[in-house]
Structure formats: structure tokens, C-alpha cells
């Protein structure tokens, strides 16, 4: 980056004493919804980005490890992908990966805000790859909080690509008993709800040992994973969880079998990137381990 040029910043605070700083190249939109904050910029690193209440949401040169380590493992656990539910999703990058496998007949997206999936469709079209136009893609706009209390269907995998529950985030009413309840009453036999579940890093994973802890109640195999996200500048985490297959514990020959049987060539994903993204650091294990204080 030459020295003398002047860069507008996007700063990123994750926690009152760290900051990430993002030179910003341009900015695609500014504004505000009637749920959240709303920007699209391009940075020099990650491309695009998508930023919701100041929190980076995904980049364009990274987003496809986030994604893919959303929607895999959980796809890959399950016999029956016909009907799976994606419980926000804005971007449309998870609704893409679903319909990646011709055996998913339908995948139903709920994302409380038009705005952000109009947006996107405007600004961040590499996201969704035209995912929205599936004729598989059924996407309603709406609070997922509702849609759960409603819906009477059942789903092969339930994925929640909601915002960080922060105090005014409008996920945040998502994780409580109440919900964690009506999800499990939509998961089909043997299914997997797999949610993206905070972060993992030593200095603040312990929102997200809370939602493990949490679920425990809930299923009999609840599995934690995580990998690096370069734009959230963090180790991302995940939870999978089922009372039928245990995720973690997948081989690597049906693996091998479900990522052939997805359109196009992953970019992150496969049998070994599987066993690193479950294979968890001692000083996480321990935070997991402890008994105690729920989400
Ligand atoms: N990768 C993400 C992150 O870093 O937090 C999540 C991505 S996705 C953009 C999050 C979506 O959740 C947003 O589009 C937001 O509108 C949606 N959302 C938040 N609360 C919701 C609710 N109550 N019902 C449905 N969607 C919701």
C-alpha cells in the first residue's frame, strides 16, 4: 500500500481494546433498515464485504470457508437432504452451497431483513450464484421466530446462519429454550441442526461454550468445530447437533462420496479438512467440559 495514499478505514472493534482496520476502496451502500445498520464496501484484501451493525458478516475472498463449514458436514451427515431450512442467511452464500446437491428437492431460507437479501442480490451477486433463482429456492422474509412457532414441517438439516446474539441484534431472541425447542420439533428423525455459534479464539469463547452447554440438553451428540475466518480476524465456531448421527464422527468414505455428489469443486471442504475442523484445542475441550451456567 504506497504510503502517501489517504484510505478511508472501516474498523472493525471486536472487543473494547482490539480492532480490526479495513482500507476502504469503495463503498457500495450505507444506510439503515428497519432491523440493523447496513454497509457494503470493497477492501484490498477481502473484496467485498458485507458489515451488519458494525460486525463483518463475510468477505468475498474468504466467505467459502465460512460456508462451506456451515452446510458440509451437516449435508454430509444426514440420509435424507430433501427439504433443509436456513434460519437467516441474508447473502444467499449458504442457500448456494445447499443447492450444490441435486438431492435437496427444496431449501426454504427465512431472513427477517428484505433489505440485506435485496442488497446482496444488488451488490454481492458472487454470493448467491444464482442460487435465488433455483426454482428449489423457497425464501421468505420474515423473523425466523415466528416461522418456527408456525411452520409445521420437518427438515433433513435446520442451519442457522443467524447474526451474533449481541444485545440488539434482532437474532438475538433466537436463542432461548422456547426456540431451541421449536427447532428440534421441525428436525426430521435423524436429522442435524447445525448453527453458526460465535467465536473459538482463547480471548472470548465463552458465549459460545454457553450454547454448547446449552444444547446438551437438547440432543444426544452436540459437536463443537471451528476453523479461521481471515475477515472476522478469529477462530469461527460451529455447533452440530443430532439425536441420530454424531458429526464428528463421519468417515471419510462417505464424505468422499457426498462432496462428489456436489455441482462444481469445493474450495475449503473435504474428508481431511473435516477431521481439522472437529479436532479441538485442549483449552477449548476444557471450556466445553465444564458443567454449569447455559446460554
Ligand atoms: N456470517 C454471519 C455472521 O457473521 O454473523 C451471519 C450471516 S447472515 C448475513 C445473518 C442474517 O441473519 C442477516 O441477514 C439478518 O438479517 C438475519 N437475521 C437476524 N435476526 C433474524 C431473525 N430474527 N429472523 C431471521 N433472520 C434474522
Redesign the pocket.
Known amino acids: 500500500m504506497p504510503k502517501t495514499e489517504h484510505w478511508q478505514w472501516y474498523v472493525e472493534r471486536f472487543a473494547p481494546t482490539e480492532e480490526h482496520h479495513h482500507a476502504v476502496e469503495e463503498t457500495y451502500y450505507a444506510g439503515r433498515s428497519a432491523?440493523q445498520d447496513i454497509a457494503v464496501i470493497r477492501t484490498p484484501t477481502f473484496g467485498k464485504m458485507?458489515v451488519?451493525d458494525g460486525?463483518t458478516?463475510?468477505s468475498q475472498h474468504d466467505e467459502k470457508i465460512?460456508h462451506e463449514s456451515l452446510v458440509h458436514p451437516a449435508l454430509a451427515a444426514v440420509d435424507d437432504r430433501r427439504e433443509v431450512l436456513i434460519?437467516?442467511?441474508?447473502?444467499g452464500a449458504t442457500l448456494r452451497e445447499v443447492l450444490r446437491r441435486s438431492d435437496v428437492a427444496r431449501c426454504t431460507m427465512?431472513?427477517?431483513?428484505g433489505d440485506?437479501v435485496e442488497l446482496s442480490k444488488k451488490y454481492l451477486p458472487e454470493w448467491a450464484a444464482g442460487a435465488f433463482e433455483d426454482p428449489r429456492a423457497r425464501v421468505i422474509v420474515g423473523?425466523?421466530?415466528a416461522y418456527l412457532r408456525d411452520d409445521r414441517e420437518t427438515y433433513g438439516v435446520v442451519i442457522s446462519?443467524?447474526?451474533?446474539p449481541l444485545e440488539d441484534?434482532?437474532?438475538n431472541p433466537?436463542f432461548c429454550d422456547a426456540v431451541f425447542t421449536d427447532i428440534k420439533a421441525r428436525l426430521a428423525p435423524g436429522g442435524v441442526y447445525v448453527l453458526?455459534a460465535s467465536t473459538a479464539g482463547f480471548h472470548n469463547m465463552f458465549v459460545h461454550a454457553k450454547m454448547v452447554r446449552t444444547l446438551r440438553h437438547y440432543y444426544k451428540y452436540v459437536r463443537s468445530f471451528y476453523t479461521h475466518v481471515p475477515a472476522f480476524d478469529n477462530d469461527w465456531a460451529f455447533i452440530a447437533c443430532s439425536d441420530g448421527v454424531d458429526v464428528a464422527e463421519l468417515a471419510s468414505d462417505r464424505i468422499d462420496a457426498y462432496v462428489a455428489g456436489l455441482r462444481g469443486e469445493n474450495y475449503f471442504y473435504d474428508a481431511q479438512t473435516h477431521r481439522r475442523l472437529f479436532s479441538l484445542p485442549l483449552y477449548l475441550r476444557r471450556e466445553l467440559a465444564k458443567a454449569g451456567e447455559t446460554f
Open positions: 432491523f458485507l451488519l460486525d458478516q463475510s465460512y434460519l437467516g442467511g441474508g447473502e427465512v431472513d427477517i431483513d440485506v423473523d425466523a421466530l446462519d443467524l447474526t451474533e441484534s434482532p437474532s433466537l453458526q
